[in-house]
């Protein structure tokens, strides 16, 4: 079922939003060559719980971590490990934060030191997919217009696209209705209406289209090892367009202008 926020809702989503937008920021410093991801994890959930929210993904549906904390080749779910950070590398922090009742769902991607060059593209142009994505958000737009922007830049580009994982309503629960694919499809000719919130969240894999999970039950991995990139935002539908919820608030016009030069 698709539900619709109230305005005072919507602000509260924005509240722990804010404190993902944050702790982007904060865990920065900590992206490092010889860190594990379990170290990670742990700061990132002192990060939460010092500002009186919870992290909304631990132990849902039996997941260990705060955060999910997927390197390199693994596109989403990554289980906080002793696995060290490495030169070279890419990371991804996806974070649920739960606060007075209501759920933020945001990603950001991180390079590790110096990464390739084909590997700073990838995150340049997945980030600019989110945003381009965004601007595609309003009411009588379709969930297809949103995707549709995500599965043809990516072709431009020559990525892969992930097909078993998609964004989704939030703010409730982790996830609502309606799944929000970043590609075209039969469901997404549904109609987007002011008051929806959803996660938009491209997964772009530098190699083949697919995903494959691994045996430990979460952990989801391009086909042929390849990188993978992932960028996502909380946003709101409003009466004219949108409101993005998991950035710094009153950044939106900064962030949609460095993004607007992307096709
Ligand atoms: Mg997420
Ligand atoms: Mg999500």
């Known amino acids: 079922m698709i539900t619709i926020k109230t305005k005072d809702e919507i602000e509260k989503i924005r509240?722990?939003?804010?404190?993902?937008?944050?702790?982007?920021?904060?865990?920065?410093?900590?992206?490092?060559?010889?860190?594990?991801?379990?170290?990670?994890?742990?700061?990132?959930?002192d990060f939460i719980l010092k500002h009186g929210a919870k992290p909304s993904f631990k132990n849902y549906e039996g997941f260990p971590g705060s955060i999910?904390?997927?390197i390199n080749?693994?596109?989403?779910?990554?289980?906080?490990?002793?696995?060290?950070?490495?030169n070279g590398d890419i990371f991804t922090i996806d974070v649920g934060v739960l606060l007075h009742g209501f759920i933020s769902d945001s990603a950001r991607t991180y390079p590790v030191?110096?990464?390739?060059?084909?590997?700073?593209?990838?995150?340049?142009?997945?980030?600019?997919?989110?945003?381009?994505?965004i601007m595609q958000v309003a009411p009588n737009n379709t969930i297809n217009d949103v995707g549709g922007?995500?599965?043809?830049?990516?072709?431009?580009?020559?990525?892969?696209?992930?097909?078993d994982y998609c964004g989704h309503g939030v703010g409730y629960k982790n996830h609502e209705d309606p799944q929000i694919s970043n590609f075209r499809c039969k469901d997404g000719r549904k109609k987007l209406r002011a008051g929806m919130v959803i996660a938009i969240e491209p997964m772009?894999?530098?190699g083949k289209d697919g995903d494959i999970t691994l045996d430990d039950g979460w952990t989801v991995v391009t086909p042929d090892y390849k990188y993978s990139c992932h960028w996502e935002n909380t946003v709101a539908v409003t009466e004219d367009g949108f409101d993005?919820?998991?950035?710094?608030?009153?950044?939106?016009?900064?962030?949609?202008?460095?993004?607007?030069?992307?096709?």
């Open 15 to 45: 509240a722990a939003g804010a404190i993902s937008a944050e702790l982007f920021d904060y865990m920065k410093q900590y992206i490092q060559e010889g860190i594990t991801t379990l170290e990670l994890d742990k700061i990132a959930e």
């Open 149 to 163: 922007v995500i599965e043809d830049m990516a072709r431009k580009y020559g990525y892969g696209l992930v097909y």
């Open 204 to 206: 772009i894999n530098l």
């Open 73 to 86: 080749e693994e596109i989403i779910h990554g289980i906080p490990s002793k696995r060290k950070l490495k």
């Open 244 to 263: 993005i919820l998991t950035i710094h608030p009153g950044t939106q016009d900064e962030l949609l202008e460095k993004f607007k030069k992307y096709k």
């Open 113 to 133: 030191g110096k990464i390739s060059d084909a590997h700073k593209k990838l995150l340049e142009r997945t980030e600019a997919m989110l945003y381009k994505a």
């Open 68 to 70: 999910c904390a997927s």
